[in-house]
């Protein structure tokens, strides 16, 4: 079906992400469109649509005084409604909004810059208490002293009447959504009003909401799932998204569904470490009383689906009134905005089991469920309107058979227009042709995977970028932290990779030593960790300290990250000192003492 048939019926806009929240201001005014728990619990904050759209334009209005439209802006700003309020402010004054973490106290403000650096920034907007702690912290990043800093909480709504409507069109350019958090290689991923509609639309279509529909979000708004899909969303169909800190989540898990419940949620969601999660940290008397039975999409993606995470949660919570059809598996990334796939509503995720031996070859061999070769993989949805997927030889470039495994390749109008302000990168990765056609481009995602049955597959990663607990980071800027941790680790000899122990994606990191002996290592192990959580907001799982000379290398002397896997896997890896995090879980189980893969 074509998309613009769907939603002839009801469409508010064809032009920009602007004229849908107008629309809604002007249709619903008094209706919630974002609700804010400050606690993660009851305290709530509330905003109609009209309200965000006098905040919108007071915000524009203040932009457009200072001639910034058309320049890039950095949104700094902690969770909350103001991160709203200042991202449609934005695209109201006909800038260019780039989400990213807001600095916090005590930490490095070189990632920040890096993002500003590479975008050509010239403002950054947060709130009031953010602004002034960071003019305390700018000492260490002098680029960001030159922007112009803006709390838009004390912007008064009066601006609002001096806003001037900039001509917007599809194709101008909207965000810049980054992809890394790092110092090393930030990519801002080019999206247009016209990437954002369709996308948006590409949602709508794959979750059929009707016109009670409620949204609930924990996720970054500074991450593509987070702002497409908590807050674009919600402008877009015209209902609202009730959002809460991911911090309050992460502490206490129940919060999230209290919040499903409460406000009788029907769409929700992140990627699988949440739902593991909930099943692992909800007690049973957090669960008295708790009714799930109005949610019927809880969306998956941004990681590796696991079938054990989805029939643990089923179990878990089915006797709050949770439904194994609610569960929605998809997938997408920032490069397409946000979703390429998605499941059927009303219907339950699908589960295939596929000969192991022959996945790791790269060939389809589908098995009965109890062979003992068995590897049951979770589908990830069907192909949406308007979305093209390819199965391609990432070396020859040609469409692969539906019997092997391939990388998946995408054309859609959801695909971002490429990555600022690097060409060669925006070639290669935007710009990819299939070798026997003579038109067309697509997407290289990274991603392996095959479609079976009409179903999209994703069996793992062509490339090195690690995804651990819905955290995307490559390994050179993890590696290039890691080095600095301690002067008594080799340069150039540090591996970072994930690895899936035991129905887990986790975050190992081997390192070579310098050539002493030394018994306790403890103290470099501690500060690794200690770097790695506060420069990637990603905790180590494991932590393997090897012998002067022992990571293996190419001949020119880069670090092969695979065979640095691969040995870690079978246990060859010349340990000096070593330290893993255990869950209850595995640390309860036979043999928790050291590191087994799983599968």
Not at 179 to 188: F, L, V
Not at 252 to 257: A, E, F, G, N, Y
Not at 367 to 376: A, K, L, T
Not at 514 to 528: G, P
Request: aromatic share 10%.
């Amino acid at each position: 079906m074509n998309l613009d048939d769907f939603f002839q019926p009801y469409r508010a806009t064809t032009s920009n992400i602007v004229d849908c929240l107008q629309f809604w201001a002007g249709e619903t005014p008094d209706a919630a469109a974002y609700y804010f728990l400050e606690d993660g619990e009851n305290a709530e904050i509330r905003w109609t649509f009209a309200q965000l759209d006098r905040k919108a334009r007071a915000v524009a209005a203040t932009l457009q005084a200072r001639g910034l439209q058309g320049q890039r802006v950095l949104l700094l700003y902690p969770p909350g409604l103001d991160f709203v309020a200042g991202f449609y402010g934005c695209l109201y004054a006909g800038a260019i909004a780039i989400p990213a973490y807001p600095p916090r106290r005590n930490r490095n403000m070189l990632r920040i810059q890096a993002i500003s650096d590479d975008a050509q920034a010239t403002a950054a907007l947060s709130v009031h208490d953010v602004c002034d702690r960071a003019g305390k912290q700018l000492d260490e990043a002098p680029h960001l002293k030159e922007l112009t800093w803006l709390a838009t909480d004390e912007i008064s709504e009066n601006m609002a009447d001096q806003w001037r409507a900039p001509k917007i069109d599809g194709e101008m350019l909207a965000v810049l959504q980054y992809t890394s958090g790092s110092t090393g290689t930030p990519k801002g991923v080019m999206l247009a009003h016209r990437n954002l509609l369709h996308n948006v639309s590409l949602i709508t279509y794959g979750f059929e909401p009707d016109r009670q529909s409620v949204g609930v979000s924990w996720l970054p708004t500074y991450h593509d799932m987070g702002l497409v899909g908590g807050v674009l969303y919600s402008v877009f169909f015209g209902r609202h998204c009730v959002h809460m800190s991911p911090l309050a989540f992460l502490q206490k898990p129940i919060r999230w569904l209290r919040a499903i419940a409460r406000h009788r949620a029907t769409i929700s969601g992140g990627p699988n470490f949440a739902y593991d999660l909930c099943t692992q940290k909800i007690t049973d008397e957090e669960l008295q009383g708790l009714d799930l039975s109005s949610w019927n999409v809880a969306y998956n993606g941004a990681e590796p689906i696991r079938a054990k995470t989805l029939d643990a949660f089923v179990e878990r919570f089915a006797h709050a009134g949770f439904r194994r059809e609610a569960l929605y598996p998809c997938y997408g990334m920032a490069e397409t905005t946000l979703i390429v796939t998605g499941g059927k509503k009303r219907e339950p995720p699908v589960v295939r089991s596929f000969g192991g031996q022959a996945l790791d070859q790269h060939c389809i061999v589908p098995v009965d469920e109890g062979d003992e070769d068995s590897r049951p993989l979770i589908g990830c949805g069907r192909v949406l309107p308007d979305v093209d997927v390819r199965i391609v030889d990432p070396v020859q470039y040609r469409q692969m058979p539906e019997d092997r495994v391939g990388e998946i390749w995408v054309d859609s109008p959801s695909v971002g227009l490429g990555y600022w302000n690097k060409e060669g990168a925006t070639e290669e990765t935007f710009r990819a042709k299939l070798s026997d056609r003579t038109s067309g481009t697509y997407l290289r995602t990274g991603d392996l995977g095959f479609v079976h049955e009409g179903e999209l597959f994703v069996t793992g990663r062509l490339k090195d970028l690690i995804i651990v607990r819905g955290v995307n980071r490559y390994p050179q800027d993890i590696e290039l932290t890691v080095e600095q941790a301690s002067a008594h680790l080799q340069p150039g000899a540090v591996g970072a990779f994930a690895v899936d122990m035991r129905g887990r994606e986790r975050l190992i990191i081997v390192s070579e030593v310098e050539r002493v002996r030394r018994k306790d290592w403890s103290d470099v192990i501690a500060a690794i960790r200690r770097v790695v959580t506060a420069e990637h907001e990603l905790p180590p799982d494991g932590v393997v300290l090897v012998r002067f000379g022992s990571i293996p290398k190419t001949s020119s002397g880069k670090i092969q990250r695979y065979a640095c896997r691969s040995n870690f896997l079978d246990g060859s890896l010349s340990v000096v000192a070593q330290w893993f995090v255990w869950d209850e879980e595995l640390a309860a189980a036979p043999g928790a003492g050291q590191p087994t893969p799983s599968g």
